[in-house]
């Protein structure tokens, strides 16, 4: 709105570009919380009416496109922020949302890659004539592009693909990565049936995927994106997806997030009374160098019940000017989260700076930073899971390199935030695919669909188990890397199926 009355329209919609908030419909996009789901077709309705786009509902959550047109409009007749103000003295609506949109775990390419199927012993598997028959398996992610030309060669002669992201098909998102992911399925359970869920990296789209996907009949769900926004203590709304997923008999495999290096976690720490956080060279601000133009910063602290402390976020320049702020209010009123969030589009590449301030609290809480494509200047590996891998019922799996079994630089640890092993398995990751050929396909989006592909074999080889019992199998059999034990780098050990034992038919 402030850039609407500086500089118009055009001002508005720019800013709103750099943001990620427009789509292809010059809409910006909304997702409202309302405070009881029953609500939802009658306030979806009256949006409607409204000539607001409503893209679609899950639970008690609406994501709507609202048209700058409509903006415009309303603006010169009753001021810049009718609309939203109008939206937010709707009965019933909460919350506005931002999208905080969930991103791929995959990571640029690498010069040299390994072969996943060589490397875990599922290779043996096959040539026994285990190859994952009869096991449905659900590819969960942000876009399917160029999946039809593979099917037959690199994907099953056919799968089922379906899209829950607004306007768009499986494949028309210009992202490849879902494709990648299916193909290790497909490379490590030949034989599995593969069920395509394109969703846009919202709850409401997600959790409509995954209603699909179960009603599909999957008996694994592969997911390799996450997101940074909650508490990382398995009760978010991603993390309930799961753990109801997993209560009706599938096996949730999720990559743990490549944010290892682009997370800070401490207690806040204000030496000297101005409300800044100290960060441990003593300053109050820290680095990151932007490396990629899509840039997501997000601050999360142990609040989640009460929201009664308050805490904003705030990122400068290389020269000290403010580039953007987090200011939300947390008061303990119904709808707010104990968490800041800045997104940005098109970001020139360079060294940046972040502070936090304490606008009211009680107490020292204790901070988790995460910096999206934006290398930190004091990085702290362990609690940089993203969710849902912080779910009870999600078999979470860290990136092992496949050129020598090393733990990835890059890969998400645990524990979760309430104190859990996380990962439980690690995988290997940066491995040949046709999506990303020339180049590797990096980051712990390649292992997860390793080990959901390695559960497919074990469920066709013991087709009474369940899922329980895959992952169990998995976890007793995983090679025991790093320290010894389970531990929260490598979760149990690298995937590794055993030399087939007797039982087994083949």
Partial sequence: ??????????????????????????????????????????????????GVTVEGSYQERINVGVPLALIEGLAAQQGTEALFEQL?????????????????????????????TSLTGAGAWHAAGLTGEGIRVGVLDLGFDGYRPLLGSELPASVVADSFAYGLEPDGSGEVHG?????IVHEMAPDAELFLAFYDGTLVSMGQAVDWLMSQGVQIISNSTTGVVGPMDGSDESAEMVDRAAGQG????????????????????????????????????????????????????????AVSEDYDLYLFDEEGNLVASAEDIQ???????????????????????????????????MLDLYTLDAEL???????????PADAQGALAVGATEARDDSLASYSSQGPSNDGRLKPELSGPAGVSSASYAPEVFDGTSASAPHVAGAA????????????????????????????????????????????????VPG
């Fill in 377 to 387: 200047e004091f990085p702290v590996a362990e609690h940089s899971l993203g969710s």
């Fill in 250 to 305: 599938v096996l949730w495999v999720n990559s743990s997030g490549n944010a290892a290096q682009e997370h800070y976690r401490a207690l806040f720490a204000d030496g000297d009374g101005d409300g800044l956080h100290e960060f441990p060279d003593g300053t109050e601000v820290i680095g990151l160098y932007v490396y990629a133009p899509q840039v997501t910063l997000a601050l999360n602290w142990d609040d989640w019940q």
């Fill in 179 to 183: 494709t990648a992911c299916a193909e």
């Fill in 1 to 50: 709105m402030v850039a609407y009355q500086e500089g118009g329209i055009e001002a508005a919609r720019e800013l709103a570009e750099r943001r990620g908030l427009l789509n292809r419909r010059n809409e910006i996009r909304i997702t409202l919380v309302l405070d009881d789901a029953q609500y939802v077709p009658a306030v979806s309705e009256e949006l409607r009416r409204a």
């Fill in 456 to 503: 497919a074999l074990v469920w066709s080889a013991f087709p009474d188990y369940g899922a329980e019992q895959v992952r169990d199998f998995l976890e007793a059999h995983a090679l025991d890397l790093g320290a010894p034990g389970p531990d929260n780098a490598y979760g149990y050990g690298r995937l590794s199926l055993p030399t087939l034992p007797e039982e």
């Fill in 331 to 365: 008061n303990g009123l119904e709808g707010q989260e104990s968490a800041e969030l800045i997104l940005g589009n098109d970001v020139p590449l360079g060294l940046y700076y972040v502070s936090i301030k304490a606008d009211r609290i009680s107490r020292p809480g």
């Fill in 88 to 116: 937010t003295q709707m009965e019933h609506i909460i919350r506005l949302e931002l999208p905080a949109p969930r991103r791929s775990d995959a990571l640029p390419a690498r010069a040299a890659g390994g072969e996943g």
